[in-house]
T-cell receptor
Framework: LAKTTQPISMDSYEGQEVNITCSHN???????ITWYQQFPSQGPRFIIQ???TKVTNEVASLFIPADRKSSTLSLPRVSLSDTAVYYC?????????FGKGTRLSVIA | NAGVTQTPKFQVLKTGQSMTLQCAQD?????MSWYRQDPGMGLRLIHY???????DQGEVPNGYNVSRSTTEDFPLRLLSAAPSQTSVYFC?????????????FGQGTRLTVV
């Protein structure tokens, strides 16, 4: 099962852009990179998914370099409500494996 | 559209008791899975199913059984509860032929074994 490495925690002030980088050196050809968000006492929620280059939706952007060994989740202008744990996963033909994620704390 | 529904939301068991955590989805998803989450930890995969009648083990299957008799339901059975099974349990479902489609999670069942 593909493993990912991401920072344990990050702090940011409201209104700043936050970039969370994830390392996935053993990503397979048919794997996609997916990010989930989890608030306390709730199940994870899908944020964004990509295979290569850049993907953008109304919530975030995902940057994936050509070698696909890492990816960066970008959250523009965070607010207090973005305080959560963010998980980076790689998935293809095997079930989702969650690491410990990155705990983002947004400060007023 | 209810999505993924888990019952109960909270449960207290005595050591040695058995119980079933229920999970139902109304999205006609083929893939369903169970995770447990301990304090400060990520989610760990217990069992998963790729369709009715098909189940497989995840990372931490010991002490748990599953079955998938219908597309909608994927119950998780604790055979003989132990304090080490105190955790929050999440059920998830997703469509598609691979595991890289969006997964939808339930609200969780908080289980305490005393």
């Amino acid at each position: 099962l593909a493993k990912t490495t991401q920072p344990i925690s990050m702090d940011s002030y409201e209104g700043q852009e936050v970039n969370i980088t994830c390392s996935h050196n053993n990503i397979a050809t048919n794997d996609y990179i997916t990010w989930y968000q989890q608030f306390p006492s709730q199940g994870p929620r899908f944020i964004i998914q990509g295979y290569k280059t850049k993907v953008t939706n109304e919530v975030a952007s995902l940057f994936i370099p050509a070698d696909r060994k890492s990816s960066t989740l970008s959250l523009p202008r965070v607010s207090l409500s973005d305080t959560a744990v963010y998980y980076c996963l790689v998935s293809g033909n095997t079930p989702l494996v969650f690491g410990k994620g990155t705990r983002l704390s947004v400060i007023a | 559209n209810a999505g993924v529904t888990q019952t109960p939301k909270f449960q207290v068991l005595k050591t040695g008791q058995s119980m079933t955590l229920q999970c139902a989805q109304d999205m006609n998803h083929e893939y369903m899975s169970w995770y447990r989450q301990d304090p400060g930890m990520g989610l760990r995969l217990i069992h998963y199913s790729v369709g009715a009648g098909i189940t497989d083990q995840g990372e931490v299957p010991n002490g748990y059984n599953v079955s998938r008799s219908t597309t909608e339901d994927f119950p998780l059975r604790l055979l003989s509860a132990a304090p080490s099974q105190t955790s929050v349990y999440f059920c998830a479902s997703s469509r598609g032929a691979t595991f890289n489609t969006e997964a939808f999670f339930g609200q969780g069942t908080r289980l305490t074994v005393v």
